[in-house]
């Protein structure tokens, strides 16, 4: 169904969710069923702060929003990491507006290459799921998600945001946060006088983010979040503006309770792993067999960012056969 222009709807769906900071949901075809867009006041216009997922109704949104609530324009789009609740209507959105997108490189590497454009990187991943454990008909459908859902129409002539570096947006200064573990270079920014935290995906609210090993990206997903869990610590985080579901205020102790929550996890894919088993047998051992594919993507480089974390602290060791890889645990 198509939204007319100056829907109502989506001058309601644009709640205030800090001064001169509102939040417009994007309906979202995934185990999550919306992901969160910021505007943020900026002088006579707004910046936008991550696009949605490309679908026509989320475009249907976006239009309606620009002729109406947003009519003033937009001057910057901010881009927290490449995947595609996040990236995906950039290039669109840079095309309609004009507007300069800031993102960083890397992220925006990886989303070139996850779309499976170049047949090398097809091959490396269908080798890196089957080495893993995954059967064919997994590996297809993954490599079918890459391709269609996950992809995104790339953003030109972008510009780069630095970790440390002052962002003034409107009222605020934010300090640009750059950091790993959800994706290879996720841009958080954080407001030292209000508190306020822009987190992408790197905190959320009613789950824990994907910390994933990838064939590509971030090539010690555990290691940086554990890293990144320490720079938000040494901030005074108040409230969270998170990428997906509910805003909601902090008293600094959600870091701590994420480390805990990873260890705790450490230890229960230890404690699963029987004799030789590859990484998609013990993601269904731990997480169950879920039904639907992008979830057992998801548990399945979980399990080996935490199998690499183990196998880097000599708990685990990796066999690897000629096509496919065990993991084992060492006594005791
Ligand atoms: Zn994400």
């Known amino acids: 169904m198509k ?13 205030e969710v800090a001064p001169g900071i509102r939040r417009l ?21 707004w910046c936008v702060f991550d696009t949605g997922a490309d679908s026509n109704a ?20 901010i881009i927290s990491h490449h995947h595609c609740d996040h990236l995906g209507l950039a290039a669109w959105l840079q095309e309609i507006t004009g ?6 490189p890397e992220e925006l590497a990886i989303a070139r290459t996850i779309r499976l454009s170049d047949p090398s990187d097809e091959g490396a991943a269908r080798e890196f799921l089957r080495r893993n454990g995954m059967q064919a008909e997994d590996v297809d459908a993954t490599v079918e998600i890459m391709k269609g859902f996950w992809a995104c129409a790339i953003p030109q002539e972008t510009r780069e945001p630095e970790h440390g570096q002052r962002m003034a947006i409107g009222r605020y200064t934010f300090e640009v946060l750059v950091t790993g573990g959800h994706s290879i270079a996720q ?7 209000c508190g306020i935290f822009l987190s992408g ?14 064939v590509y990206g971030d090539t010690a997903p555990l290691a940086n979040f554990f890293k ?5 610590e040494s901030r005074e985080i108040r409230l969270v503006l998170p990428g997906h579901h509910g805003c909601y205020t902090t008293d600094g102790r959600l870091p701590g309770k994420l480390r805990a929550y990873h260890r705790k996890r450490l230890t229960v894919f230890r404690e699963r792993l029987k004799g030789e088993m590859t990484a998609f047998e013990l993601a269904i051992e731990v997480f169950g067999r879920f039904p639907d594919i992008n979830n057992r993507i998801l548990a399945l480089v979980e399990t080996l960012a ?14 690897d056969g000629e096509h496919v890889s065990w993991y084992q645990r060492v006594a005791p």
């Not at 989320?58 to 789009?77: F, H, Q």
């Not at 841009?187 to 006088?193: D, H, I, N, R, T």
């Not at 990144?228 to 938000?232: A, G, K, R, T, V």
């Not at 935490?306 to 066999?319: A, C, E, K, P, T």
């Open 201 to 214: 995906d790197q905190m959320l609210e009613r789950i824990t983010s994907n910390i994933g090993l990838w």
């Open 187 to 193: 841009v958080a920014l954080y407001e030292p006088s």
């Open 58 to 77: 989320a475009r249907n949104i976006w239009s309606s929003a620009l002729s109406g609530p947003l009519m003033e324009g937009v001057t910057r789009i």
């Open 306 to 319: 935490h199998m690499q974390w183990l196998q880097g602290n000599g708990s685990v060791v990796r066999r």
């Open 99 to 104: 507007a300069p997108v800031i993102v960083r």
């Open 25 to 45: 949901r994007m309906p979202l075809e995934a185990s999550i069923d919306h992901s969160n867009v910021y505007l943020l006041r900026d002088g006579t216009g």
């Open 228 to 232: 990144s869990l320490d720079e938000i």
């Open 3 to 15: 939204i007319p222009e100056h829907d109502p709807r989506v001058a309601r769906n644009l709640e």
